[in-house]
Antibody, heavy 119, light 116 residues
């Protein structure tokens, strides 16, 4: 059974850095073709892709957010970490951890974690 | 990069059928699109991928046969037959494009399906 679960702060202040952790099970980031990433969804709005990291350490970022994002992996711990710098109230959203397989579909999603940005 | 356009809302009666549309921007008629279902207050789940014809690969885990897809031209369709109350929610389409530093993954705006 494949599961992904997001963890991190529910509230951050403007200008702070957000750090989110995805802990997954049922697959390994050491397997060829496997990628894990992040997608966010502001309340009542559309989904927005943020980043992927792959089994071979390849990283991909949303062009509009590239300068603020870093994605890393800890393969033995089955974890992926996303950091987003200089948080702003417009970054308030539910952040989802996702799996992507063999450069294909996003086939599994976590339950999401709501992050509020407020002073 | 492609732009995916979805009607903001759709409705269908219990037991009826509905077809949702995701339209790719011009020049992307060969793109594959993923469909996702998001029930109220839940995270999205993968339904299936569609290209220029039928489904690409396999359906997501536990997706019933009532769900099917078709691709034609710039349109990617998701059809739900014998609609159930549990089908109410938002339906999103998404697609990847490019390689290397030019890679992007884009989503449509989503369609809210109401079951009457």
């Amino acid at each position: 059974q494949i599961t992904l679960k997001e963890s991190g702060p529910t509230l951050v202040k403007p200008t702070q850095t957000l750090t989110l952790t995805c802990t997954f099970s049922g697959f390994s980031l050491s397997t060829s073709g496997v990628g894990v990433g992040w997608v966010r969804q502001p309340p009542g709005k559309a989904l927005e892709w943020l980043a992927f990291i792959y089994w071979d350490d390849d990283e991909r970022y949303s062009p509009s957010l590239r300068s603020r994002l870093t994605i890393t992996k800890d393969t033995p711990k089955n974890q992926v970490v996303l950091t987003m710098t200089n948080m702003d109230p417009v970054d308030m959203a539910t952040y989802y951890c996702v799996r992507r397989l063999n450069w294909g579909s996003i086939d599994y999603w976590g339950q999401g974690t709501l992050v509020t940005v407020s002073s | 990069q492609p732009v995916l356009t979805q009607p903001p809302s759709a409705s269908a009666s219990l037991g009826a059928s509905v077809t949702l549309t995701c339209t790719l921007s011009s020049g992307y008629s060969n793109s594959k699109v993923d469909w996702f279902q998001q029930r109220p207050r839940m995270g999205p789940r993968f339904l299936m991928r569609v290209g220029t014809g039928d489904i690409v690969g396999s359906k997501g885990e536990g997706i019933p046969d009532r769900f099917s897809v078709l691709g034609s031209g710039l349109n990617r369709y998701l059809t739900i037959n014998n609609i159930q109350e549990e089908d109410e929610g938002d339906y999103h389409c998404g697609a990847d494009h490019g390689t290397g530093i030019n890679f992007v993954w884009v989503f449509g705006g989503g369609t809210k399906l109401t079951v009457l």
